[in-house]
Structure formats: C-alpha cells, structure tokens
C-alpha cells in the first residue's frame, strides 16, 4: 500500500488596512441631538414650574378651600348632651329627672357603599321588629334615601333595645347618646311640672317657663377619622355644662292627697273636670295645685289638650258666693258697716231696678255674721249697693281680681274683670254674690290666703326661695280678723259649708253654686265651690276647691266640693303637723 502524500498549506495573506488621509475624516452631526435634549429638558423644566406654581398657588393663595374640603370628608363633630337639671318639690322629692337614652340612626350610603346593603334581610326585619316599626316601610325607607348620611330611626330607645340592637351588627346603623325625662309622679303633678319634647325641650308648666335655666347647655368633641370610620386624631373638646336643679314649693304629698280627692269626686259626681289649689298663708307659696282629668307625661298617647290644660289657671269661672266675705270686707274697710249692722232681707225678696234679688231661704233680720253663715244675696247686694261702686271694685282688684298670679306658668288668664261706665243697681247687687265677673280657681285661692294673712297681699311663687316678694296691706287687719271670724259660723251647725269642717281645727270657709253663662243668658250647667282658710286662730293654708259641672240634682257646693275640700284639709294640716286649735275657739 503505497503511502499517501500530504498536500502542502495554504499560507493566507493579511490585508493591511488602507491608510485614510486625515484630511478626509467626515464629524458626525450633533445639532438634532442636542435640540432634542433641550426640547426634553425644557418640557420638564416647564412641567416642574407648573408644578412648583400649583403648590404655591394652593399653599399661598387659596388653601383654605381645600382644608375645608378635607375637613368635609374626615372632621365630625360629636354632640356631648348635657342631662336636663332635677325638678324637686319642696322636701327635695324628685319630680322630673332625666335619664340616658339613646337614638338608632341609619348611614344609607355606608350601608350601600361599604356594607351588605340589604342582602342580609332577616337581620333588618329584626332590626325593625324591636323598633316597632313596619318591616318593609323601614327597607323602602333606607332604599329612597341612598345618599343620605343621616336619618332617624328611632329616638329615646331604652338600654335594653340599644344592646339588642348592637349585637345585630348591621352596617350603617349607629346610637347616639341622648336623655330622656322621667316623672315619677306621673298624672299627679303633671299640670305644674309639665312636660318635654323629643328634643328635651319644655312644652308645658315649669318644664317650659324654666327651660333655659334646666336645659343647661351642650358641649361637643371635634375628631378627625380616616375613610374606615376611625377616630385618627382629637381635634378640640368643648366640656358640656348641666342643666340647674329647680326646687319647687309644693309638697309632693299634698298633691297626691288633693289628686285624689279630687279624682273621686270627678268620678262620683260624673263631673266635666275638677281643680285643687292649696297655698301657704304665711310665704305665698304654693303647695298643691291638681286638676281632674290629668295626662301620664311618660306616655305620648295621653299628650291631648283637654288633658294637659292646667285648668287652675286657664280656667275662668263666675264664683258665685264665694266672694260674699270680700263684700263684707269692703263694707268694714268703707265704714258703711260694722259688727253691729242689721239688714232686713224681708221675706226673701228685693226688686232692685226692674229684677230681683233672691235668697234660697228666708233669713230676716242679719247681721253680717249671719249674712254670711246663711249666703243671703239680699245682705251682700244691700252693702254693695250702700258703699261707693269703687270700693267694691277696688277691693276686688287689690286680691287678685282681674290680674295674672306673677307664678310664671304659661296659659294663665286674667278671667274677667268688668269694666264699665255706667252700671246698673241690679248690676252692682249681682256682683256682690258673684255673677258680672270670673276668676281663676288660683285667683280665689289668692284672695283667700290674703284674708287669712290678715289683709296682706303676698305675691304668689312656685320655686321655693324666690326672691323681691314683697307683700302689701290691701285692709284693715283687724277687719280682716273680724271676716274670718265670721267664716268660722259658715262650717258650724246651721251654716252652709258644715261638710267643710275638720274636726279639731277652726276651718273659715264658703260655698259657691253659680250657674254657667253662654251665649244670650245661663245654661243648666252649674259649678260648686268651696274656698277657705284653717286653722281661724293662726290660719296657715288657704283652699280652694271647684267641681265643674256635675251631673243629677246635687249640685251645691257644700254637698259637691265641701267633702273634697274637708279631705284635703285635713291631710294637709296633718302632714304640715299644724296644731289643733278647735279649744281654743
């Protein structure tokens, strides 16, 4: 085999590069690239100023605008109430307090925006269930309101409902913190005290003419909270300042005493209404005032006006012979009679003018004692008709007659107080036994207790320790004395009002039975009063009592409103641990 012959390398040849002439080398063109690099730089140079502008225009020239807006979204400010000040009678016997509640509110956007909405219907009837509220009303009512933040569902819900309404955990539904009046009392002192509203605002009696000084005022927590609802920082607080405690005359035991007194005879009688006033002879005060029918002030179905009309001040009435003691004073006062004047009543009869004068029964020969114990029209219209007109007219404004009380509660009336040129014989004679003029129960009660001081005007208050109260003498103290003397007669054996009588005190006291006026004369309705003032030897209350229209054929005040009044005086002198005086008569 023949060797192979290895065929010789190829040597390669490397090209030497050409060599260029400097003179030939071409620069590259740099004007777009450095035209493009400014273009960019100055759009952010300009973009930057914008910028900077912007921040100085919103720092420097208009930032509040912008704070407000945020604050919008994220300040809120929570209301801090303040409790309602105590309502006290005058042994420091709560009678109006407040206690905490709370109000259920929806957020109708929340709900729509962060929560289920009101996919979850079960829990929602629940809710609406333990609100008393209509099931479908409650979801159509959230669903017509989906941009709203704030609606009520419910205010003033008990601790209970509130619990009950938080383990539902709904989204959207929050509490407030609100009070709510409470008035243990209830029906019996609901005319004087009153009631609120809603808002805790006052409606009626001291609740309403006080309500400033008991509202006191509310203070409030400014916070900052982030889009979940959380408080992130606290702003300012202003500290709440609570309502002023009120401490009123009356004593919470005479009330519920004369309540029910006069409640009974309501009752008993089938009497339109009936109204108690007992006042303090010696400071003015006034100790009990109640009305029949009455409201519960915690129950917002019995809010009707004839229920919560405070007819002791509202109500004006003819008082018949209830005034005949104040004639008799003008008479004393005027000099036109004395201890030992004498008035013949005839045979029961006196034509005055072209109308006459009439008494229930014959009474002959009086004198003022007897005119009073007996209620003869015929002797009182004698004296008036004998004393100038002013002095009688004079006598009746300076008691109280045809003016309001100065006790500051809302909706008491003047009643009414003639004013004439020219009066008539027959006139003058029926204004001497009550008819021509109307007052106000609180008014004759006033009247009374300004006999019992002996002549004293006292102006009348219903928050104890009330201040610039002073009094003026309007008679004689020693007619005065004299008058109630003569009262005395009037509830012993042979008088009118024996039925007022309290057994071991000296009770002064008189009847009244007036006919009520309407349109074109008298209607067959009727009203009985008693009103008087105890013990005679020191007297310390004065007491009115008046029956409204009672049904049947008894209709006199000593058979209607006598009984009522001798109930109530004897708790009151009682529970006030007055002393007998019944020896020393």
């Not at 203070?219 to 401490?247: A, C, F, H, W, Y």
């Not at 067959?524 to 209350?541: C, F, H, K, L």
């Amino acid at each position: 085999m023949k060797p192979t012959k290895k065929k010789p390398a190829k040597t390669i040849k490397k090209r030497t590069p050409k060599k260029v002439e400097p003179s030939k080398v071409v620069p590259a063109d740099t004007s777009i690239i450095n035209w493009r690099y400014q273009t960019v730089l100055g759009f952010i140079l300009l973009l930057l100023g914008a910028l900077l502008a912007r921040v100085a225009y919103i720092q420097v020239i208009e930032p509040d605008t912008l704070i407000e807006r945020g604050d919008m979204r994220s300040v809120r400010v929570k209301a801090m109430p303040s409790a309602r000040g105590i309502i006290s009678d005058r042994n420091g016997e709560q009678i109006a307090v407040s206690v905490p509640v709370e109000a259920v509110y929806a957020d109708p956007r929340n709900i729509f925006t962060k929560g289920d909405a009101l996919t979850d219907v079960a829990r929602w009837h629940a809710l609406a269930d333990v609100l008393q509220l209509d099931r479908d009303a409650l979801i159509e009512r959230i669903e017509n309101n989906k941009n709203r933040r704030f609606i009520y569902l419910q205010r003033q819900v008990s601790p209970a409902m509130a619990k009950y309404i938080k383990e539902l955990k709904l989204k959207g539904i929050g509490l407030r913190d609100e009070s709510r009046r409470y008035y243990p009392t209830g029906e019996i002192s609901a005319h004087v005290v009153g009631v609120t509203g809603i808002d805790s605002h006052g409606l009626e009696g001291v609740e309403r003419s006080y309500d400033e000084y008991l509202s006191g005022q509310a203070g409030s927590r400014k916070v900052r909270k982030d889009r979940d609802g959380r408080v992130v920082e606290n702003i300012s607080m202003t500290e709440s300042k609570q309502g002023n405690p009120l401490q009123l005359t009356i004593d919470q035991r005479l009330q519920a005493i004369a309540y029910r007194a006069i409640k009974q005879a309501v009752a008993d009688h089938r009497a339109t209404s009936g109204s108690v006033v007992l006042l303090d002879v010696k400071t003015g005060g006034i100790l009990a005032m109640v009305n029949s029918p009455s409201y519960n002030p915690n129950t917002r179905d019995q809010l009707q006006s004839f229920r919560m009309r405070n007819r002791a001040i509202t109500d004006s009435l003819e008082p018949g012979s209830s005034v005949k003691p104040f004639v008799v004073l003008a008479a004393l006062d005027n000099g036109t009679a004395d201890l030992n004047t004498v008035i013949d009543t005839g045979n029961g009869v006196m034509r005055v003018g072209g109308s006459r004068v009439r008494d229930t029964s014959k009474v002959g020969k009086a004198d003022l004692k007897t005119i009073l114990k007996k209620s003869s029209n015929i002797g009182v219209a004698t004296l008036a008709l004998d004393m100038p007109l002013d002095s009688l007219l004079g006598m009746y404004q300076s008691i109280g007659f045809g003016s309001t009380s100065g006790i500051n509660l809302v909706g008491e009336t003047t009643g009414l107080f003639p004013n004439r040129r020219r009066w008539s014989q027959f006139e003058i004679a029926t204004l001497a036994f009550g008819y021509g003029l109307s007052v106000t129960p609180l008014q004759l009660a006033h009247a009374y207790a300004t006999l019992g001081s002996y002549g004293s005007f006292k102006p009348l208050h219903i928050i104890k320790d009330a201040k610039n109260l002073d009094a003026k003498q309007v008679a004689d103290p020693e007619h005065a004395r004299e008058v109630l003397e003569m009262l005395e007669a009037v509830t012993l054996k042979g008088g009118t009002a024996t039925r007022a009588a309290v057994p071991g005190y000296r009770v002064g006291a008189k009847t009244g039975t007036s006919r009520k006026a309407k349109a074109g004369g008298y209607s067959d309705e009727y009203v009985t009063i008693t009103a008087g003032v105890a013990p005679i030897s020191n007297p310390r209350v004065a007491l009115v009592v008046v029956v409204n229209e009672p049904q049947g054929d008894d209709y006199y005040g000593g058979s209607v409103a006598a009984p009522v009044f001798s109930e109530v005086l004897k708790g009151a002198l009682q529970i006030l641990n007055v002393p007998p005086d019944a020896n020393k008569s």
